[in-house]
């Protein structure tokens, strides 16, 4: 023999609808109820499925523009010219050619910090007769410039920096 569960819902309310009845097992709370939106981190009615529309996809990273891309040549341009100028402005003997003038900044006999300026400046001291390219002592210092340029008074010799020469030289007359 098998007996029937007994009636669901109010069995004296007769005549009226009933409310839908949720399966056993399954959590009545389990979407929200139509028409009240969720809010995040409220308690209570866990989220179901996506409360947003699709993400769309994230758009592809922008090429720079010419504008830019000349901003920046530009800017390249300026350094290099800026950097080759700084270059070119430093007279020091290494910059030195025939006819150039030169002043001394040091007293230092044995290494006078020599730099090349103007023929019309009061500062020259010097006259360049001879640049010859090679390393050379004293001895041969002298004996070199005294074959290039025959009315020389001083020798000035510099190694070391990457380009070793010698300066055959004599005093500037104004």
Same mark, same amino acid.
Do not use: W
């Given at each position: ?23 056993? @097992?399954?959590?009545? #709370?389990?979407?929200?109820?139509? @028409?009240?939106?969720?809010?995040? @981190? ?18 592809? !990273?922008? &090429? ?5 891309? &000349?901003?920046?040549? /530009?800017?390249? /341009?300026?350094v @290099? +010219?800026? +950097?080759?100028?700084? /270059?070119?402005? !430093? ?8 006819? $150039? ?11 006078? $910090? ?8 009061? &500062? ?24 290039e340029?025959?009315?020389?008074? #001083?020798? #000035? ?13 004599? $005093? #500037?007359?104004?």
């Amino acid at each position: 023999m098998t007996t029937q569960p007994p009636p669901q819902g109010n069995p004296f309310a007769q005549g009226q609808p009933q409310a839908p009845q949720q399966p056993q @097992g399954q959590n009545p #709370y389990a979407q929200a109820p139509q @028409g009240f939106p969720q809010q995040p @981190g409220q308690p209570g009615i866990p989220p179901q499925g996506a409360p947003f529309g699709p993400v769309p996809p994230q758009p592809a !990273r922008r &090429k720079p523009s010419f504008k830019t891309i &000349k901003n920046i040549v /530009i800017a390249v /341009i300026v350094v @290099g +010219v800026a +950097v080759g100028g700084y /270059i070119a402005s !430093r007279d020091d003997a290494t910059t030195a050619a025939v006819g $150039d003038c030169m002043h001394r900044g040091s007293s230092n006999d044995s290494n006078p $910090d020599l730099e090349v300026v103007d023929c019309g400046d009061a &500062k020259a001291q010097y006259q360049v007769l001879a640049k010859i390219e090679g390393s050379y002592s004293a001895l041969t210092a002298e004996s070199k410039c005294s074959a290039e340029a025959k009315d020389f008074q #001083y020798s #000035y010799t510099e190694s070391g920096s990457g380009s070793d020469f010698l300066l055959c030289l004599k $005093d #500037y007359k104004k």
